[in-house]
């Protein structure tokens, strides 16, 4: 399994740009990018996940170059409620079997 | 959309005892993993089944079990319960998949060992 690296904090005003960069040099050839979102108390949630280039749902962007050794998260314009833990995870069914390793997450504060 | 659904979401227990957690996937989701939380931690793996078949197991303690039936939901056993098993417990499931593997978590259970 890849091991990540990420910040450990991050803070940020409300509607500013969030970019969270996730370095996983060994990635494998069929491994998956994968990000989720933490409250407290809560489940980790999915939020994005990609192979290569740029991904785009309703709530982030992914962006992995082509070396795949890193990806970075961008989260548009945060909120108040975007305060969270981050994760970043490298894997898949064809690499890491059904075992998961989460890192240390980036703890996001968003300030008014 | 239906979620995964854990049961109980809050269980006090005292030293030495036992306890019981479940888990009910997603239909049709064919893996289902149990994760660990402490205080201010991240997420520790714990095991993880396929096709109700034992995959993986991660940092589960001797005195931890788990099984998954054919209905697919699942079941951690936990007996001679320690202080330090407080923690939430989560469970996830994913759908089966080509490659890639997006987990979708319970709400967890919150376990307090006095």
């Known amino acids: 399994l890849a091991k990540t690296t990420q910040p450990i904090s991050m803070d940020s005003y409300e509607g500013q740009e969030v970019n969270i960069t996730c370095s996983h040099n060994?990635?494998?050839?069929?491994?998956?990018i994968t990000w989720y979102q933490q409250f407290p108390s809560q489940g980790p949630r999915f939020i994005i996940q990609g192979y290569k280039t740029k991904v785009t749902n309703e709530v982030a962007s992914l962006f992995i170059p082509a070396d795949r050794k890193s990806s970075t998260l961008s989260l548009p314009r945060v909120s108040l409620s975007d305060t969270a833990v981050y994760y970043c995870l490298v894997g898949g069914r064809n690499t890491g079997g059904f075992k998961t390793i989460f890192g240390a997450g980036t703890r996001l504060f968003v300030k008014a | 959309a239906a979620g995964v659904i854990q049961s109980p979401r809050h269980l006090i227990k005292e030293k030495r005892e036992t306890a019981t957690l479940k888990c009910y996937p997603i239909p049709r989701h064919d893996t289902v993993y149990w994760y660990q939380q402490g205080p201010g931690q991240d997420p520790q793996f714990l095991i993880s089944f396929y096709e109700k078949m034992q995959s993986d197991k991660g940092s589960i303690p001797d005195r931890f079990s788990a099984q998954q039936f054919s209905d697919y939901h699942s079941e951690l056993n936990m007996s001679s319960l320690e202080l330090g098993d407080s923690a939430l417990y989560f469970c996830?499931?994913?759908?089966?998949?080509?490659?890639?593997?997006?987990?979708?978590f319970g709400p967890g259970t919150r376990l307090l060992v006095l």
């Open positions: 060994n990635i494998a050839t069929n491994d998956y």
């Open positions: 996830a499931s994913s759908p089966p998949t080509g490659g890639s593997e997006t987990q979708y």
